[in-house]
């Protein structure tokens, strides 16, 4: 009996370490396999970790960017820039001190002189009987010339008419300005060049339409001059070369007022 028995025994044994070796083999697998999807549930757990923190990085930095821009406005209302102290306001009044100091004198470099009596007379029916309106800007500069004189600027008149004749000498007027030009030298007491002026007309402009002026002028300039023999030819010689005018029959008056020659 008891022959029987430990066989089964042992068979029973066989039986039931083989089933203990099968199940811890599963144990095993299911250790290894529950191992082996911790690591992946790790290693997902990780990447997770990763991706959250390289997106939270951007955040973060716009989050930065846009406090420190918030910042100086916050600061400028907080606390406005101050003005320069130069700046002045926009609205300024400033009241200007009248000055109690007197204007300085004006330096007055023309000089203004009267012309004689006469001679004034001549230049004022001179102005009269020329026309600015018809004139043109030639002659304009001899009227030009002519307000000097009229006006007191004697010296201005003068070297004005003067240039003109200069510059013009087939100017109907040339004959004119060198003849009024005289006239202002003879105005402000200088005879000797008044003379000179009036040969230049006789002897440029011996057909011109104020010689026979000029020769009585001349005529006259001589007599200041104390040249009796000079002023007796001109008023001769405007006798002989222009008989029966008005000119040539004053000159011939003036000719019988005067002394022969010894």
């Known amino acids: ?16 370490d083989v089933a203990s070796r099968g199940d811890v083999q599963a144990l095993t697998e299911q250790v290894q396999a529950l191992q082996r999807e911790n690591a992946q549930l790790e290693r997902r757990v990780q990447t997770l970790e990763q991706e959250r923190a390289l997106e939270a990085s951007p955040a973060a930095k716009r989050t930065a960017d846009a406090r420190a821009e918030a910042a100086p406005a916050v600061a400028s209302v907080a606390a406005p820039t101050p003005a320069p102290v130069d700046a002045l306001p926009e609205l300024t009044v400033v009241k200007l001190k009248p000055k109690t100091q ?28 020329s026309s600015p309106a018809a004139s043109g800007s030639v002659d304009q500069e001899y009227l030009a010339g002519l307000e000097a004189l009229r006006t007191g600027n004697v010296g201005g008149g003068i070297e004005r008419l003067k240039r003109f004749a200069d510059a013009y000498p087939r100017h109907p007027k040339a004959d004119d300005a060198l003849y009024y030009a005289a006239l202002g030298e003879l105005g402000r007491g200088d005879p000797a060049r008044a ?8 002897q440029r402009y011996p057909a011109g339409d104020v010689v026979q002026d000029a020769m009585l002028k001349l005529g006259e300039v001589h007599l200041r001059l104390r040249q009796p023999a000079e002023a007796r030819a001109t008023y001769a010689l405007l006798v002989q070369n222009f008989p029966g005018t008005a000119a040539a029959a004053q000159a011939q008056v003036r000719l019988s007022t005067l002394p022969r020659n010894p």
């Open 102 to 129: 007197a204007a300085p004198p004006l330096d007055v470099h023309t000089p203004v002189q009267e012309p004689e009596a006469v001679v004034r007379e001549e230049l004022e029916a001179a102005a009269e009987a």
């Open 195 to 202: 003379a000179k002026l009036l040969e230049l007309v006789v």
């Open 1 to 16: 009996m008891r022959l029987h028995v430990l066989p089964l025994v042992l068979a029973c044994g066989c039986a039931t």
